[in-house]
């Protein structure tokens, strides 16, 4: 079986970093917003190139504390996409807001930025793009657009640590980025992480107090906030990882780049496509292909762990259904769904592997189109 996505590779790689560090944290007797902590938010802002970090409990809460900071709720509407993961929509339904969708470019998956003006009315408070499977949205036009109209930016960046649009690291555009440090993704911890970025020294405060039950200085709480605070465990593999983020990165996309030379003169194997002037992390390698979801089956029965991202678009969710979008809203969005399948991806997987996959996939493809036909 080639997984999606295989963890313990990589903690060959770096377990006996991590171990070490773990024991002393264990050792330390300071489990919560330790010296670790403190290290982690200088050397990641030093990473991504902004002013302050704030590490949390998971990407999720980056993002609501985010609108929270932002004073985004009842009666606001953020734009966004519907071809993401729930977290990016459930944030904005935590805090009271209005999720208002744009279609996506097929070519990126990311928010197709021509439509978003068509989308500002006097309730718009926000624009929440996604940076989709590592790949940058197009954010000079986002953040005119945003300038023009006075609204704030709140980034997800949950897929995309490292990723540069013209140089720039994705996350550090808007007002607010968000980061996930879920076990799979590109950084990963080994249990639940956030961070929230933010060149704004009062966004930095608010975000440190509400990650904190609201209150900047112990026991003297000024509003409601939530307990989101990351442990000194989790920090410290942080740190051990992130020296080694670069180096990932880079393999992914060597490996993108080698599944686009597999799949160069196969028609039916629709490869992803880079923006000009973007460094895509390759979170995910998704491919488009016809007959997906038997293809997808016979994968599984044939040794390869690939993955729908995502098969149900969020306006068409339950958890949204008292908003009453309905399909056809996104024709874009609802098409690709139907359409995508990512492939085994992670910084150790081997040529060998990559061969194996594509093979695979070619000959999924011809069994499902007779199965299909027959
Ligand atoms: C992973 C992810 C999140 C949420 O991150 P968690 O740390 O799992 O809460 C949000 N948005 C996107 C696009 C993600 O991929």
Not at 102 to 119: G, Y
Not at 147 to 165: P, T
Not at 274 to 291: A, F, G, I, M, S
Not at 313 to 324: F, I, R, S, W, Y
């Amino acid at each position: 079986m080639i997984p999606i996505i295989d963890s313990k590779r990589q903690y060959a790689q770096v377990g006996s970093e991590v171990e070490k560090e773990v024991l002393e944290v264990l050792r330390s007797g300071s489990y919560i917003l330790g010296k670790h902590n403190k290290a982690f938010e200088q050397e990641i802002s030093e990473f991504l190139g902004v002013k302050n970090a704030v590490t949390l409990n998971s990407g999720t809460d980056a993002l609501h504390l985010a609108l929270r900071a932002l004073d985004i709720g009842e009666g606001d509407e953020v734009i966004t996409v519907a071809f993401t993961f729930v977290a990016t929509t459930e944030a904005i339904g935590i805090v009271g807001a209005k999720p208002v969708f744009v279609d996506i470019d097929p070519d990126t998956f990311n928010m197709d930025v021509k439509q978003i003006e068509s989308k500002i009315t006097p309730k718009t408070k926000a624009i929440l793009p996604v940076h989709l499977y590592g790949q940058p949205c197009d954010m000079d036009v986002i953040m005119d657009i945003a300038k023009r109209h006075n609204l704030f930016v709140i980034e997800d960046a949950c897929q995309a640590i490292g990723a540069e649009y013209k140089g720039k690291k994705v996350g550090t555009f808007g007002d607010i980025g968000c980061f996930s440090f879920y076990p799979t993704k590109n950084l990963g911890t080994m249990g639940d992480g956030g961070l929230a970025v933010t060149n704004s020294e009062y966004l930095k405060n608010r975000m440190v107090a509400l990650r904190n039950h609201g209150g900047a200085v112990r026991y003297y709480h000024d509003e409601i906030g939530v307990n989101s605070r990351l442990d000194e465990v989790q920090a410290a593999i942080l740190r051990v990882k992130l020296n080694y983020i670069n180096e990932w990165n880079k393999k992914r996309r060597e490996h993108a780049a080698f599944y686009n030379e597999l799949f160069k003169d196969v028609k039916d194997v629709e490869t992803p496509k880079e923006l000009d002037n973007t460094y895509c992390v390759y979170h995910q390698y998704t491919v488009k292909v016809p007959n997906r979801d038997e293809v997808h089956k016979l994968l599984q029965e044939n040794g390869v762990g690939a993955m729908i991202y995502y098969p149900v678009p969020l306006h068409l969710q339950k958890v949204h259904a008292h908003l009453g979008f309905k399909e056809g809203l996104l024709p874009h969005t609802e098409e690709n769904t139907k359409l995508v399948l990512s492939l085994p991806m992670f910084a150790e997987i081997t040529e060998e592997e990559q061969k194996t996959v594509a093979k695979t996939l070619i000959e999924c493809i011809e069994k499902a189109k007779n199965k299909v036909s027959a």
